[in-house]
């Protein structure tokens, strides 16, 4: 039986979190009345992630674990997402549960008429760093590359556009995502932008917004560039 679509949690060191957002998706999945799958990226997590991801996969013929054996970062699991989704359509979540599940089936509702629904955050308040960081990363994607569609947080897409467009992109850094949503957009597919909100953390600090991350994704932002300007 062919699935309609794929979930993938994306999850590092969230031993704490994984558990009431399996069970919480699950509950919100239930009211998609086709065949689907969660699947839960364990990036290398160094506690308790990885076992625990196996024993709800244990629980629930619905629920698969892909193990990095290594830690890939945010780049790494988007690839392995875009690589083992089974499903029609493909969404990818953190595993730390800011983004309610019922997020899930108001975009499934939409995807008949669309190739890929991003989500943005109008009313999501950043501390001062984060949002200064964010604001300068739009205005170098702006002069870098182009036009970029309104993105923040959560996307559904078709994944059968991930054998039409190539991906040259790697690394720790979210700019493979960032690559897939600019071809997306610039090309003859069906792209909207829609408002979501996000909450609060239950536990665990936020393992995205760092020094690491900023500076793995301003070099994929320049090797982006130069992919672009090379295939002009």
Do not use: C
């Amino acid at each position: 039986m062919s699935l309609a679509l794929t979930v993938a949690i994306l999850a590092y060191n969230e031993e704490s979190n994984l558990r009431w957002v399996i069970d919480e998706m699950v509950g919100e999945l239930a009211s998609i009345a086709e065949p689907w799958e969660i699947m839960i990226i364990d990036d290398g997590s160094t506690d308790g992630t990885g076992r625990l991801a196996d024993d709800l996969a244990r629980e629930d013929a619905r629920v698969r674990v892909v193990h990095h054996g290594v830690n890939r970062g945010l780049g790494g699991a988007y690839r392995t997402g875009f690589d083992e989704a089974r499903g029609t359509f493909l969404i990818f979540y953190p595993a730390d549960g800011q983004f309610a599940p019922d997020i899930i089936p108001r975009f499934y509702r939409q995807m008949g008429e669309l190739d890929m629904l991003l989500g943005y955050l109008p009313n999501f308040k950043r501390p001062p760093f984060a949002r200064v960081a964010s604001i300068a990363e739009k205005v170098l994607y702006r002069l870098l590359i182009g036009k970029m569609p309104r993105f923040q947080g959560v996307l559904m897409f078709r994944t059968a556009l991930l054998k039409d467009i190539p991906l040259e992109l790697s690394g720790r850094g979210w700019g493979i995502l960032l690559e897939f949503i600019f071809r997306v957009f610039n090309g003859p597919y069906r792209v909207r932008s829609t408002p979501t909100d996000m909450r609060a953390r239950r536990s665990g600090e936020s393992k995205v917004m760092n020094a690491n991350t900023i500076r793995a994704n301003l070099e994929q932002l320049f090797a982006l560039r130069r992919s672009l300007r090379s295939s002009r």
